[in-house]
């Protein structure tokens, strides 16, 4: 099945920091997905980009399908961006395959 | 609207014990997912329902599980003598159509096997 791989694994920031979070995949895929987990283990839907860009305010995403990768912008972060990002995807079938997450800790 | 539901959001049973885990899906959502999240594991898929039939039932680990949903609405997880195992956070997710639309995902029921 498809390979799932983020990085980079745990990131530390301080507050108003940016950063970028990468997701490789090994096929083609029809859906991607960037979640974040918040502390009460929620999945919060953050971006559906199997291709292209977008943006949400602070955060944005890339994914370059072709290349098999997307990538998660964060700008001015804030301590409540705090949790687990995962990227996940839908290659063959309807299930979504997840990465291993990165865990992400903002510093006030 | 409504997001997915479920319930209860946490159960504790004895092992050996059957478990009954509810979801509700958003309104209107034709697919609806099952995965589960543990230490070990991450997060993987169990089983999907597009309408009332599970195209896809790969992921349910063993016999002692098995889902059902009815009406094309709610769908019920079910666990039979559950082991130490098992213990892990279950999550629901629907999405308008099976085959690569957005799926979202309830809170979660966070099962423990003593």
């Known amino acids: 099945g498809i390979q799932v791989e983020q990085s980079p694994p745990d990131l530390i920031l301080q507050e108003g920091a940016n950063s970028t979070l990468r997701c490789n995949f090994s096929?083609?895929?029809?859906?991607l997905q960037w979640f974040h987990q918040n502390p009460w283990g929620q999945l919060i839907n953050l971006f559906y980009?199997?291709?292209g860009t977008k943006q949400n305010g602070r955060l944005s995403a890339t994914t370059v399908a072709t290349e098999r990768y997307s990538l998660l912008y964060i700008s001015s972060s804030q301590t409540t961006d705090s949790g687990v990002y995962f990227c996940?995807?839908?290659?063959?079938?309807?299930?979504?395959?997840f990465g291993t997450g990165t865990r992400l800790a903002v510093r006030p | 609207g409504a997001g997915v539901s479920q319930s209860p959001s946490n159960k504790v049973t004895e092992k050996g014990k059957d478990v009954e885990l509810r979801c509700d899906p958003i309104?209107?959502?034709?697919?609806l997912y099952w995965y589960r999240q543990s230490l070990g594991q991450g997060l993987e898929f169990l089983i999907y329902?597009?309408?009332?039939?599970?195209?896809?039932k790969s992921g349910l680990p063993s016999d002692r599980f098995s889902a059902e949903r009815t009406g094309g609405s709610v769908s019920t997880l079910t666990i039979q003598r559950t082991q130490q195992e098992d213990s892990a956070v279950y999550l629901c997710?629907?999405?308008?159509?099976?085959?690569?639309?957005?799926?979202?995902f309830g809170p979660g029921t966070r099962l423990t096997v003593t």
């Open positions: 997710a629907s999405s308008w159509l099976a085959g690569g639309y957005e799926q979202y």
């Open positions: 096929d083609s895929v029809n859906n």
């Open positions: 980009i199997p291709s």
């Open positions: 996940a995807v839908v290659s063959s079938g309807d299930k979504l395959t």
């Open positions: 309104s209107g959502h034709t697919a």
């Open positions: 329902f597009q309408g009332n039939s599970a195209p896809d």
